[in-house]
């Protein structure tokens, strides 16, 4: 592909990338959804990838779409659906069918209901594996013909998210490679090639590039089994083929161990339990082993891949349960922190990155997100957390390791971050095909005026200058570690200068409010959204203005009932229905409640825990998705849905540890071996609360909690020896 033909594929992609509404009617109410790694599965109710080419389903891997389709047919006919769920763990599918009637010659030869067709499906290190289980409950033998419809399609996960490329690679066909193995086969525009093997367990009756079959005995009261693996390569990742049972077992043991770096948490209340045990596993199935340790990918379908923000702030929510993550999150990013300036990557000395892609429209330079650095609000919570984690841990080696990073990320903090000197970490695009906004709510109109008008960069939003702040004050902290005194001195100073010059330029006292952000000629943004939330956490908020902001985050105007929105439902460009102007973001909330904790303001933070538990109560399984809409809440019915939210999302289902730590008042510093509750409280609807092998060092801490009327009783049946529980009522 020649220079220009690159250039045109990339601005059909510029900005927020692709809105997933435009280009994806739904994923279905109710989709099936397994992921492991760097592979994940959309799938319908039946466990097969339908023809639909308006939806997502196939199989990905590495950034590609391998199979698109594959669907399964009893004598020609679809079974019926009897029931079809995730396993508990999240680590596999399993569906139960039964045949309709099968006739020959007008004649019903099979009766409706007399086989059971049992589905179970899981993913391991890159490879869908499939048990079909066949058992007849009839008195009478019968002849089933299976058959499985698939297409290959390989196509980039940016392709299937909408981006329309001008070429594509060369389809290569399919290859019988045994009685029981079909390939098929694509040469990339980037030269690499990628092949999809479909593995059967027992001979084809027939086969061919678009159907197989297979011939399926049954006596009376007898059952068969078929295995299936769908098998992905590549010349970039090493696919290792198991067993069905020998994959299960290892997946299951890896979730396991993953499971215990959370602390267990139990309640009287079922469904809050049902609540935690769902954001757990959820969670739990997002971590990624990399060469640094575990990372949590952003989220499924359309982010299940490395991203610079996501992984810091969901490794935050879930410091003072699981600082293990924290640990794995700052060692990758150190690793690939920029250490040069490249317009299209975005990337400056000392940044952090973003986004991390490998497929191949990312290995050609279609699209920036090979490894992409625009993001403004990265670099400084990477340092934010380096000092948490130092302080929840006591971990001195491992921030030994990460200092020279923290210095070049403090550096690019001074002088690219603040590119007009004025003390203010602002964004403009220095590629011309990046990120437009480079905060969280990174859409192309999420920064407007009070006249709707779209902000002009470079833009200074409110709460990255909490971040920055609070990145400042734990360096400091860093830097004596160092040994550098005078550093940390210098860190405070800036760190108290910004303070005053933000409260002084930001504050509005007419909306109640920060402004989100001033423009590129400093005009401030006078909307009200939830972002100054994001201030009450970094402890820039000056403390006579903290209550005016709690009361403007909970009024009706930012606060559906279901959560604080981005956006108030006043501004010219509310839309409850919008990606980021007036939906309800669940990590959002929870930022917001860890800095109303902070302030003291806990009745304030049970609101907002009261909101999403009510809202996670209502959608399936528990799990709480990327984000839904703002719509007002109305009695008898739930939120709405956002149209193709990721599900399960890193930071969503990592609210709730933000939001229970918010709660319970939780500090944990490891320096001075003291565990904190600050005026811990608990929502109604939990009377006991207990907080199980919770990680102190190489020891573990138990704590329980009973509500009495408006106070909280504390229990501490275990604690590491030398350690301290400190309670401010």
């Known amino acids: 592909m020649g220079p220009e033909q690159v250039k045109n594929n990339i601005l059909q992609i510029q900005d927020e990338e692709v809105d997933p509404v435009a280009t994806t009617s739904h994923l279905e109410e109710q989709v099936k959804v397994l992921n492991h790694a760097d592979t994940f599965a959309v799938f319908n109710i039946f466990g097969d990838f339908p023809y639909t080419p308006s939806c997502a389903f196939g199989l990905f891997y590495r950034g590609c779409r391998y199979l698109a389709t594959f669907e399964m047919f009893i004598n020609n006919q679809k079974a019926l659906l009897l029931n079809s769920l995730i396993k508990d763990r999240n680590e596999m599918l399993t569906v139960n069918l039964t045949n309709d009637d099968i006739r020959a010659d007008d004649e019903i030869v099979t009766p409706k209901g007399v086989i059971l067709i049992a589905r179970s499906k899981f993913l391991f290190e890159g490879i869908c594996y499939e048990r079909i289980t066949f058992q007849n409950f009839d008195?009478?033998?019968?002849?089933?013909?299976?058959?499985?419809?698939?297409?290959?399609?390989?196509?980039?996960?940016?392709?299937?998210?909408?981006?329309?490329?001008?070429?594509?690679?060369?389809?290569?066909?399919?290859?019988?490679?045994?009685?029981?193995?079909?390939?098929?086969?694509?040469?990339?525009?980037?030269?690499?090639?990628?092949e999809a093997r479909l593995h059967f367990?027992?001979?084809?009756?027939?086969?061919?590039?678009?159907?197989?079959?297979?011939?399926?005995?049954?006596?009376?009261?007898?059952?068969?089994?078929?295995?299936?693996?769908?098998?992905?390569?590549?010349?970039?990742?090493?696919v290792e083929k198991f067993s069905f049972d020998d994959a299960k077992h290892r997946l299951v043991d890896q979730l396991k161990r993953n499971r215990h770096l959370i602390a267990r948490i139990r309640t009287d209340n079922e469904q809050f339990n049902h609540w935690v045990?769902?954001?757990?596993?959820?969670?739990?199935?997002?971590?990624?082993?990399?060469?640094?340790?575990?990372?949590?990918?952003?989220?499924?379908?359309?982010?299940?891949?490395?991203?610079?923000?996501d992984g810091l702030i969901s490794a935050f929510l879930t410091l003072w349960t699981a600082p293990e993550i924290a640990k794995g999150v700052l060692q990758f990013l150190a690793r690939h922190q920029a250490r040069e300036t490249d317009r299209f990557k975005d990337a400056e000395p000392g940044k952090i990155i973003h986004e991390m892609r490998s497929g191949e429209m990312a290995n050609l330079k279609e699209i920036p997100f090979k490894a992409y650095y625009g993001t403004i609000d990265a670099t400084p919570l990477f340092i934010w957390l380096a000092g948490e984690?130092?302080?929840?841990?006591?971990?001195?080696?491992?921030?030994?390791?990460?200092?020279?990073?923290?210095?070049?990320?403090?550096d690019w903090l001074d002088h690219h971050g603040d590119c007009d000197g004025?003390?203010?970490?602002?964004?403009?695009?220095?590629?011309?095909?990046?990120?437009?906004?480079?905060?969280?709510?990174?859409?192309?109109?999420a920064i407007s005026h009070a006249d709707g008008?779209?902000?002009?960069?470079?833009?200074?939003?409110?709460?990255?200058?909490?971040?920055?702040?609070?990145?400042?004050?734990?360096?400091?902290?860093?830097?004596?570690?160092?040994?550098?005194?005078?550093?940390?001195?210098?860190?405070?100073?800036?760190?108290?200068?910004?303070?005053?010059?933000?409260?002084?330029d930001f504050w509005d006292a007419d909306l109640g409010s920060?402004?989100?952000?001033?423009?590129?000629?400093?005009?401030?943004?006078?909307?009200?959204?939830?972002?100054?939330?994001?201030?009450?956490?970094?402890?820039?908020v000056d403390a006579d203005k903290a209550p005016i902001l709690a009361q403007s985050l909970l009024a009706p105007q930012l606060f559906c009932g279901w959560g604080i929105r981005t956006?108030?439902?006043?501004?010219?460009?509310?839309?409850?229905?919008?990606?980021?102007?007036?939906?309800?973001?669940?990590?959002?909330?929870?930022?917001?409640?860890?800095?109303?904790?902070?302030?003291?303001?806990?009745?304030?933070?049970?609101?907002?825990?009261?909101?999403?538990?009510?809202?996670?109560?209502?959608?399936?399984?528990?799990?709480?998705?990327?984000?839904?809409?703002?719509?007002?809440?109305?009695?008898?019915?739930?939120?709405?849905?956002?149209?193709?939210?990721?599900?399960?999302?890193?930071?969503?289902?990592?609210?709730?540890?933000?939001?229970?730590?918010?709660?319970?008042?939780?500090?944990?510093d490891a320096l001075e071996k003291t565990l904190t509750l600050n005026q811990p409280m608990l929502p109604d609807y939990l009377r006991r609360f207990s907080l199980n092998s919770l990680r102190l060092g190489q020891q573990v801490v138990c704590i329980d909690f009973h509500s009495y009327l408006k106070d909280v009783g504390v229990n501490i049946p275990h604690k590491p020896e030398g350690w301290k529980v400190v309670i401010h009522k």
């Not at 575990?294 to 989220?299: I, N, R, S």
């Open 139 to 194: 008195l009478a033998p019968h002849d089933l013909v299976v058959s499985f419809r698939y297409v290959v399609d390989f196509r980039d996960i940016f392709e299937v998210r909408g981006v329309k490329r001008i070429r594509r690679g060369h389809m290569l066909g399919y290859t019988q490679h045994s009685p029981q193995c079909i390939g098929f086969g694509y040469q990339g525009l980037d030269q690499v090639h990628r």
């Open 201 to 238: 367990s027992i001979p084809f009756s027939s086969v061919n590039d678009s159907m197989c079959e297979f011939s399926i005995h049954l006596t009376p009261k007898s059952e068969q089994v078929l295995t299936i693996e769908v098998e992905p390569k590549d010349e970039q990742g090493r």
């Open 277 to 309: 045990d769902r954001s757990t596993v959820d969670f739990v199935s997002l971590l990624t082993v990399t060469e640094d340790g575990l990372y949590p990918f952003a989220g499924v379908p359309w982010y299940n891949t490395i991203f610079g923000r």
């Open 389 to 410: 984690y130092y302080q929840r841990t006591g971990d001195r080696e491992t921030i030994e390791k990460l200092w020279p990073h923290v210095e070049a990320a403090l």
């Open 422 to 445: 004025d003390g203010y970490i602002e964004y403009q695009r220095k590629g011309e095909h990046g990120l437009h906004n480079q905060g969280w709510k990174d859409s192309h109109d």
């Open 453 to 504: 008008t779209l902000a002009e960069p470079p833009i200074a939003l409110c709460e990255v200058q909490g971040y920055a702040y609070a990145a400042r004050l734990k360096a400091a902290l860093l830097a004596e570690l160092m040994g550098q005194e005078a550093r940390a001195t210098q860190l405070r100073e800036t760190a108290q200068r910004l303070k005053e010059q933000f409260n002084r």
């Open 514 to 540: 920060y402004c989100v952000a001033l423009d590129g000629n400093k005009r401030p943004c006078r909307v009200l959204t939830s972002n100054p939330g994001h201030c009450l956490l970094a402890g820039i």
């Open 567 to 668: 956006l108030s439902k006043h501004s010219r460009r509310f839309n409850p229905l919008s990606y980021h102007n007036g939906s309800v973001w669940p990590h959002d909330n929870a930022i917001v409640a860890m800095g109303l904790s902070r302030y003291g303001l806990k009745q304030e933070v049970l609101s907002v825990l009261n909101a999403l538990y009510d809202a996670a109560n209502r959608f399936e399984g528990a799990r709480l998705p990327e984000l839904y809409c703002g719509l007002r809440r109305q009695p008898g019915e739930g939120p709405t849905r956002y149209p193709v939210a990721c599900s399960p999302q890193a930071w969503s289902v990592a609210a709730l540890f933000g939001l229970l730590q918010a709660a319970l008042g939780l500090e944990i």
